[in-house]
């Protein structure tokens, strides 16, 4: 696959990133770059490889799933900037 200037302009276009005209031959280019890059790790055979969630082999250490009943409503609402009758104060929006 490879991109023209054509496709270079409208992905900036979609990317909202403006683009001159000195700039479109070197960002082919490296879009051009990228996609033989992606070209050859699709070309590389994975079967039988599991998954990776680090480099490193570790287990997370999990909590009980455990339903509680809260009760803190007090401390969070000291974190509000502005609070009444229990509930967040925040600036109206939508007029």
């Not at 005209?21 to 490296?30: I, K, T």
């Not at 809260?70 to 600036?91: C, H, L, T, W």
């Amino acid at each position: 696959m490879s991109v023209d200037q054509a496709t270079v302009r409208r992905i900036a276009t979609l990317a909202r990133i403006a683009v001159t005209d000195e700039e479109v031959p070197h960002l082919q280019g490296e879009l051009n770059a990228i996609l033989r890059f992606v070209a050859e790790l699709d070309a590389v055979d994975v079967t039988g490889v599991e998954p990776m969630t680090s480099v490193t082999p570790m287990a997370l250490p999990l909590r009980p799933d455990a339903v509680t009943a809260g009760g803190i409503a007090d401390k969070v609402m000291r974190n509000a900037p502005a609070s009444e009758d229990g509930y967040f104060v925040v600036p109206k929006v939508i007029e």
